[in-house]
């Protein structure tokens, strides 16, 4: 099981910017796609962006597609979020989670695939 925690969250006025940070440890960080997911009150958790092994790939939401950008280390064990023209609809709790299969990329943006947890960070974008 890997662990996950995630820092970097805040209050940031619309079109801020915040860097979200999620360190891993345990398994082996560099064979697990990584992804981000958001959850606003009253909603359900949906995904925001994945990164591929090597960090060669990527993958967003359309509701993020061109602010936010995704990239990992993995010689730190640590995947990235940054976040930049923030709305007020971006407000969340921040989630980064491990796909559940090594190697595996399947379901990268569907939140059963995946199967490790941080605790989440609050993100707050006022308007």
């Known amino acids: 099981q890997v662990q996950l925690v995630e820092s970097g969250g805040g209050l940031v006025q619309a079109g801020g910017s915040l860097r979200l940070s999620c360190r891993a440890s345990?398994?082996?960080?560099?064979?697990?796609?990584m992804g981000w997911f958001r959850q606003a009150p009253g909603k359900e958790r949906v995904f925001v962006a994945a990164?591929?092994?090597?960090?060669?790939?990527?993958y967003y939401a359309d509701s993020v597609k061109g602010r936010f950008t995704i990239s990992r280390d993995n010689a730190k064990n640590t995947v990235y979020l940054q976040m930049n023209s923030l709305k007020p609809e971006d407000t969340a709790v921040y989630y980064c989670?491990?796909?559940?299969?090594?190697?595996?990329?399947?379901?990268?943006?569907?939140?059963?695939?995946?199967?490790?947890w941080g605790q989440g960070t609050q993100v707050t974008v006022s308007s």
């Open positions: 345990g398994r082996t960080f560099s064979a697990y796609v």
């Open positions: 990164i591929t092994l090597n960090g060669r790939n990527t």
């Open positions: 989670a491990a796909h559940r299969t090594p190697y595996d990329i399947r379901g990268y943006d569907d939140a059963r695939n995946f199967g490790s």
